[in-house]
């Protein structure tokens, strides 16, 4: 089956920086995303990785590994606002989306 | 990128009712895709909405519960019917419009009484 695994619950500090990890098992790979959601909010797109690496888009960068199934969201210089649920999702072989379940990132002053 | 009026934003609805939710997208797109999110959970997709063809529903989920039309390229409408305590949610509608990014409407918050 596929599956998408990340932590239910994060905290932070304002101002520090947190890193929320995603591993994967799916039918393909056609990229892997990341969204924001605030609470009773549609969710919000961050970032896009198709290839190994690090994209950077300000305070929020994201790294891929296919080979390790694994992805990480990284977000620097962390602001009150930032207190949100980061959910990871890939596209499968079929260009579906896989959901995971949302990682509820809390963030301290 | 695309920008999706969902309607209604809320509701309060007696059990044993229905409900119909509306999507209306900036632009023309293949597919439209219904999402259910309960509390404190991840998405659940609900069906895939084609214009000119039947929805295609995932495992779970019929359409004598959750009927959809899709009339053209850039409206959809997805039905909660017979309405339970259950299917209290937030009812999402997405669009893929290029290879990339998901975009979504604003939700439905549905509460059944």
């Known amino acids: 089956g596929q599956n998408i695994d990340q932590p239910t619950e994060m905290t932070a500090t304002e101002g520090a920086i947190v890193q929320i990890n995603c591993t994967y098992q799916?039918?393909?790979?056609?990229?892997l995303f990341w969204y924001q959601q605030h609470a009773g909010e549609a969710p919000t797109f961050l970032s896009y990785?198709?290839l190994d690496g690090l994209e950077e888009k300000g305070r929020f960068s994201s790294f891929l590994s296919r080979s390790k199934g694994y992805s990480y969201l990284l977000l620097k210089e962390l602001q009150m606002k930032d207190s949100a649920s980061y959910l990871c999702a890939v596209k499968d072989s079929n260009y579906q989306l896989i959901w995971g379940a949302g990682t509820k990132l809390i963030i301290k002053p | 990128s695309a920008v999706i009026s969902q309607k209604p934003s809320r509701d309060i609805c007696q059990r044993g009712t229905s409900l119909t939710i509306q999507c209306q997208v900036d632009?023309?797109?293949?597919?439209m895709f219904w999402y259910r999110q309960q509390p404190g959970q991840s998405l659940t997709l609900i069906a895939t909405?084609?214009?000119?063809?039947?929805?295609?529903?995932e495992s779970g989920f019929v359409i004598d519960k959750f009927p959809i039309s899709r009339p053209n390229l850039t409206f959809s409408t997805l039905t909660v019917s017979n309405m339970s305590p259950e299917d209290s949610s937030i009812y999402l509608c997405?669009?893929?419009?290029?290879?990339?990014?998901?975009?979504f409407g604003q939700g439905t918050r549905l509460t059944v009484v």
């Open positions: 990785n198709v």
């Open positions: 909405a084609n214009q000119g063809s039947e929805a295609t529903y």
């Open positions: 799916t039918s393909g790979f056609n990229g």
């Open positions: 997405s669009v893929v419009p290029g290879s990339t990014e998901a975009f």
């Open positions: 632009s023309q797109v293949t597919m």
